[in-house]
């Protein structure tokens, strides 16, 4: 059905949950009638009951049965989790026991099949997770220290006659965690067996069979007024669902890791324009399209200049830096009737994606604060996106927010993109009037005037606000929308462009 013979869509949610003692119980209902939001998971189709369960749980034991979300790690291997934003609901329905039989120590282990719309998935999801606390144990009071090992196991069966590969593909991690005082380092190193790599079409082949792997490390310090903080991640082979052929799906169905991209997460419209998403799975198109992977990480710095210093002034300055860069893994690509790969395990090679930025926020007085920022942006499209263009931009935003008291404010931005390719630059501006705690008002605009195509020189326009009482929020917008990613923690989904109101309304009662 077109956008044009549905103009009226709706998502709406209704979960109630009920505790008596050590026993909880809930259920929610979800409903997407006449049609869900724009560009939302096809099978959000009607109105149903979505998840339930019942749980028990005192200081020892914690067992659930219905649906449930749980995450091992950092969630490389595997993170069941709720994002209405974007779409996602990747709960288990099956059963979770977690058993924690002194305070260092934790065991989790969990059966399912993964939801998919109002149904679940064919493939069968087992896991296990223990950690240890080792500062617990030894007493450590100025540091922690704690280990901890997880396994994932999917097991979906084949049409393919003599499979090269096992219907079981299992996931074995192992993590560490370390403080001390101001310091903090967490390692984490994921191995995933043998599988069929599958195709972009979706097909999955009985002669391309490969493993996978991660590293993750991110290290930092921190105290007050000055902070650093490092990450590092390697990805190969590691798209990981709980049926084969949902791969690279565009609404993230049937996922069963968590792989957000290690980038700034801009509050900028134009900055969020080329927005980077991490890159786990292998493609191996032709000579100009071919990945098994990324390599990169960021670096997070910030300083306050304090008060009363020649460059803190009277209010003080803060000043935070943020470098990522990203390229796909070099090695050896082999592309053939029988593709294969040899990767390097520290091999730099085609350069995804860098965003270089400064931010300085300055408060003038108890009334003024400013803030201003810059960024500069590489793009390739054709590796991310896999389509074709290289895009490098230069952003610059200004800001100001003047305060009338303990809750009314107006804050004014300006923001700017130069890009050389693509649809070039871009000028924008929002205007924000937060009438107390409980009512605000916004208005926005950004327009692509340095468009090539002087009929696609186009003004995404918005407006609305939003009231807040007790635990109710109502916010109504109109507006256009510019299509692209929509961007929620690291993890996007596409939206087209659309012309038209929505109305949210959030209440917990």
């Known amino acids: 059905m077109s956008i044009r013979n549905a103009p009226v869509r709706a998502n709406s949610y209704l979960l109630l949950n009920y505790k008596y003692k050590n026993w909880t119980a809930g259920i929610q209902g979800e409903s997407y009638e006449e049609k869900a939001l724009l560009n939302y998971n096809p099978k959000f189709n009607e109105t149903n009951v979505a998840t339930y369960f019942v749980q028990f749980k005192n200081k020892m034991v914690d067992v659930t049965a219905g649906y449930f979300y749980e995450q091992f790690g950092s969630g490389l291997i595997f993170r069941g989790w709720e994002d209405r934003a974007l779409g996602i609901n990747n709960a288990l329905r099956g059963g979770r026991v977690i058993f924690t039989p002194t305070e260092y ?3 989790k282990g969990i059966y399912g099949r993964q939801r998919t719309g109002f149904d679940v998935s064919d493939g ?10 080792l500062s617990d144990i030894f007493k450590m009071k100025t540091s922690g220290l704690s280990l901890g090992a997880s396994y994932v196991g999917r097991d979906e069966e084949t049409d393919i006659v003599d499979p090269n590969f096992n219907s079981l593909t299992s996931v074995y991690g192992g993590r560490l965690n370390f403080t001390h005082k101001s310091y903090y380092l967490s390692a984490e190193y994921d191995y995933k067996s043998e599988d069929a790599v599958v195709e972009v079409s979706g097909q999955v082949p009985n002669n391309f069979i490969e493993p996978g792997n991660a590293l993750l490390i991110n290290t930092g310090y921190s105290k007050k007024g000055f902070g650093i903080d490092a990450t590092f991640r390697r990805l190969e ?5 709980s049926e084969r052929k949902a791969k690279g799906n565009a609404f993230n169905d049937r996922i069963m890791n968590f792989i957000p991209s290690l980038t ?8 969020n324009i080329y927005v980077y998403q991490a890159q786990p799975n292998v493609i191996l198109a032709d000579e100009t399209l071919v990945k098994a992977g990324e390599i990169g990480g960021q670096v ?17 300055m803060k000043v935070a830096f943020n470098f990522s860069n990203w390229n796909a893994l070099g090695g050896d690509f082999y592309i053939s009737d029988k593709k294969r790969f040899d990767a390097d395990f520290f091999g730099f090679g085609k350069k995804y994606f860098s965003d270089y930025n400064v931010e300085i926020t300055k408060k003038w007085n108890s009334k003024w604060q400013g803030m201003f920022s810059y960024i500069n942006q590489y793009y390739n499209k054709k590796l991310i996106e896999e389509t074709e263009g290289l895009v490098k931009t230069n952003i610059i935003a200004a800001e100001a927010t003047y305060k009338f008291g303990a809750a009314k404010s107006v804050r004014l931005l300006g923001e700017h993109m ?3 390719s693509d649809k070039k630059n871009w000028a924008g501006g929002t205007f924000e009037f937060n009438v107390n705690s409980k009512l605000s008002f916004y208005t926005s605009d950004i327009y692509n ?9 186009n003004h995404y326009y918005n407006f609305g606000g939003a009231y807040r009482k007790s635990a109710t929020r109502i916010a109504v917008n ?3 929308q510019r299509g692209g990613l929509v961007c929620v923690g690291g993890v996007c989904r596409f939206v087209p462009e659309s012309t038209g109101i929505s109305l949210s309304l959030n209440t917990t009662f």
């Open 478 to 480: 109109y507006g256009r």
């Open 124 to 133: 069968d999801v087992y896991g296990f997770d223990a950690e240890i606390g």
């Open 418 to 420: 130069w890009a050389d």
């Open 105 to 107: 120590l934790t065991f």
């Open 449 to 457: 005037y340095g468009n090539d195509d002087p009929e696609m020189r």
């Open 264 to 271: 700034k997460q801009h509050h900028y419209n134009l900055a």
């Open 300 to 316: 997070d710095l910030f300083y306050d200049f304090k008060k009363g210093t020649p460059i803190g002034g009277k209010g003080g």
């Open 237 to 241: 082979n590691m798209g990981f669902y």
